[in-house]
């Protein structure tokens, strides 16, 4: 597991020039008429580095009713309250975040599996929130996802190979009825796993074993984008890391994109290219890992990453660790202005009335410092939490 | 990576062979290489592991005395259904009152028509009681399976879909179950002069399916939220597939447990409706039928109610005791 004081090699290499990559991109959106349209254009193959998924202004809320016959709505959950990020071809995504802030819904949107109240998911170019049917299907072949309990996540009346083979059978096109029991053997190779399980039931297997058997099932339509909701959170920390390390293989062998999203900040920071953190159903920040671990400018990624623990005891005792106040408050009624002003130490009246917008700070603009990333506080200011 | 191949005898050059035949079956292919005592040892372990979770349920239930004493005799009274004429030669409605009437039971001559005695219209007891196996089982099975089709697709429908068709599924359940079911049953057949079985059973299935019907609903509201239900959708399957693949096989086990331990109470249902006089009539032979006359001469003749009762009370006994068994063994909390 990467630790966070740890200088990470890669990300030096990987670190794109940082004003040429900006976190939200004009959206190149296509008229699709028909179907085989759609399909024609999610078909069509996208450079390395160009955006695959623009994800604008995306809003979930969930609607709170009361009464038992005519049900009125008195209010919603804003489990996410407009969220803007690009993903780009071939590179991981992380979003970081306490539990309830929104991760995993705007993984369940971006799946299509929860229908968005408001905003706009283009994937190449082509709007999934508004596509149903036929069209959506195609999407679906290319945007998979991987769980995070993988003891609820297979059906433990099926076999392994009726798991992984299920993709198959739903979509037929993909691999001919004769060729599907040796293909599912391939996966169970490429996750590393004896192919000769394939009769096996899941609970046959261990945690990380079976995690396995639902990275081979997403792998199994040969898909662009995996979506990674806590992949590794229910597993042992051993574990994790072989789980993680196959999951930086597959992308590199089969040229993924992830969005991968964990509590987890070390982990994040050890697979993520760029990590975008959120606090109550809205971007707090967004960079590479190298912007947001060592130069974070928002107050809560600072908190959050006083929070990881150091295993050194010597450099513990220099660090300061920021301490929150009060609990999260309620997405069903969201502070006014700066959602975080509530826990803030910085909080003034103008955080209270002007909703921060997620862009480079003002004073940052224009200045080539890794500070200069796109951060939703009035007060932003570079503290390197990490390291102090 | 210890978890990576953890089969030390798998290696990738007996892997194509192994997996075109059944990959899991108990034979090992590399057995012939191991020592002596390795092949048995392996077969054991493989046998241990080939199981899924109605083989879990099996281990245990083979275990279960009461599954074994319970499933010999709902065994023996399907075969006593089947076949009557395997286990007496006598006729149920060859009435004999001149030598038989009300003649005490000769229980050391086994399996005669004297043995369980004579009924007041010098029937041999032990062959209607063995001849009214047919129509409890047949009543029984026959309510149970209905209710289960008819209760388990409206359960599932509501509880997937839920919303308004929920609500309005819902409600007709709660309708009918609000009607006492053995006045229910009274009424329902009293509109009919013909009360065959099909009739009785068509009478109980229409009172008995609400409470299929709720356990269903129940079953499939936790089973829908399952994440492999989503990963399911997330692939872009249909609701036709997820119902019958994945709802359906993993919300049965509660339906199950609660049919077979209700068919103990469909067969005492009958029973009391024929003893009531509104279920089964003459000539259809029926212990409920039995009950009802023997009770006008009890007093002097106990033996004329003892034999039909005491087998309506072990059959329902033994469907009782074999759901029981069966949903211990499905409990996965009580393993």
Not at chain 1, 24 to 38: C, G, H, Y
């Amino acid at each position: 597991m990467a630790d966070p004081t740890k200088k990470d090699e890669a990300a030096d290499q990987k670190g794109a020039p940082r004003d040429t990559t900006p976190n939200v991109t004009e959206v190149d959106v296509v008229d699709a008429a028909s179907v085989e349209e759609v399909e024609a254009v999610l078909d069509a193959p996208v450079e390395r580095g160009e955006p695959i998924l623009q994800v604008r202004n995306l809003v979930k809320h969930f609607p709170l009713t009361q009464g038992i016959l005519f049900k009125r709505q008195i209010g919603a959950v804003k489990a996410v309250d407009g969220v803007s990020f690009d993903l780009y071809q071939g590179e991981t995504l992380g979003i970081v975040g306490e539990s309830g802030c929104g991760k995993s819904t705007v993984a369940k949107l971006l799946m299509t599996l929860e229908q968005a109240t408001a905003g706009e998911v283009f994937y190449k170019g082509q709007d999934i929130t508004k596509l149903s049917g036929r069209a959506l299907k195609a999407v679906r072949r290319n945007i998979q996802m991987v769980f995070q309990d993988p003891y609820t996540s297979l059906n433990p009346r099926m076999t392994v190979g009726d798991i992984i083979g299920e993709p198959f059978e739903i979509h037929p096109e993909v691999a001919p009825k004769g060729d599907r029991r040796r293909k599912v053997q391939d996966l169970l190779d490429v996750v590393g796993l004896n192919p000769e399980y394939i009769n096996r039931y899941p609970h046959q297997f261990s945690g990380g074993q079976r995690q396995r058997i639902g990275i081979a099932r997403g792998l199994a339509l040969n898909p662009e984008i995996i979506i990674c909701d806590e992949p590794v959170s229910a597993l042992d920390v051993s574990v994790q890391a072989q789980v993680i390390n196959l999951m930086e293989k597959l992308q590199d062998e089969f040229n993924l994109s992830y969005i991968f999203i964990a509590h987890d900040l070390s982990i994040v920071r050890h697979i993520s290219d760029r990590v975008g953190v959120m606090y109550l159903g809205k971007m707090a920040e967004i960079g590479t890992d190298e912007e947001i671990y060592d130069h974070p400018t928002h107050p809560y990624t600072q908190a959050l990453l006083s929070a990881v623990p150091v295993p050194d005891p010597s450099a513990r005792d220099g660090r300061e660790r920021i301490i929150l106040s009060g609990d999260v408050p309620s997405p069903a009624n969201p502070p006014s202005g700066c959602r975080f002003r509530t826990r803030c130490w910085k909080a003034e009246d103008k955080c209270a009335k002007e909703v921060p917008l997620l862009a480079i700070p003002e004073r940052f603009v224009g200045q080539n410092t890794p500070a200069a990333h796109e951060s939703a506080c009035h007060f932003a200011e570079e503290k390197d939490v990490v390291h102090a | 990576m210890p978890e990576i191949y953890d089969n030390p005898q798998s290696g990738p050059g007996t892997r194509a062979g192994n997996a075109a035949v059944a990959a899991d079956r108990g034979a090992t292919p590399t057995s012939p290489k191991a020592p002596a005592a390795g092949p048995s040892l392996e077969d054991k372990v493989r046998e241990e592991k080939a199981r899924s979770l109605w083989g879990d349920a099996w281990r245990d239930l083979r275990r279960n005395p009461y599954f074994i004493i319970s499933s010999f005799l709902v065994v023996l009274l399907v075969f006593i259904a089947l076949f009557p004429g395997w286990f007496t030669s006598a006729d149920p409605r060859d009435a004999d009152l001149t030598n038989h009437f009300l003649k005490k039971p000769e229980l050391g001559s086994f399996f005669t028509a004297d043995w369980f005695g004579y009924d007041n219209q010098g029937r041999s007891i032990y062959a209607r009681v063995i001849y009214g196996t047919r129509a409890s089982i047949q009543v029984g099975v026959g309510v149970t399976v209905i209710v289960t089709i008819v209760g388990g697709l409206m359960g599932m429908l509501a509880g997937y879909f839920g919303g308004w068709l929920d609500a309005l599924l819902s409600r007709i359940t709660d309708v009918f179950f609000g009607i006492p079911f053995l006045l229910g049953a009274l009424v329902v057949l009293n509109a009919f002069t013909d009360r065959s079985v099909p009739v009785v059973i068509g009478a109980l299935a229409f009172l008995g399916w609400t409470q299929i019907a709720r356990v269903m609903r129940g079953s499939v509201i936790t089973t829908k939220q399952a994440d492999y239900v989503v990963a399911a959708k997330a692939l872009g399957a249909g609701t036709s597939r997820i119902l019958i693949k994945h709802i359906l096989p993993n919300a049965m086990a509660p339906v199950i447990v609660v049919a077979t331990i209700a068919l103990g109470g469909y067969i005492s249902a009958e029973a009391t409706l024929s003893y009531l006089g509104m279920g089964l009539a003459e000539p259809t032979v029926s212990w409920g039928i039995d009950i009802s006359s023997a009770s006008k001469v009890v007093r002097n003749n106990p033996h004329a109610l003892f034999f039909p009762a005491g087998m309506l009370t072990l059959t329902v006994f033994a469907f009782i005791m074999l759901g029981d068994a069966v949903r211990d063994a499905l409990d996965p909390k009580l393993r």
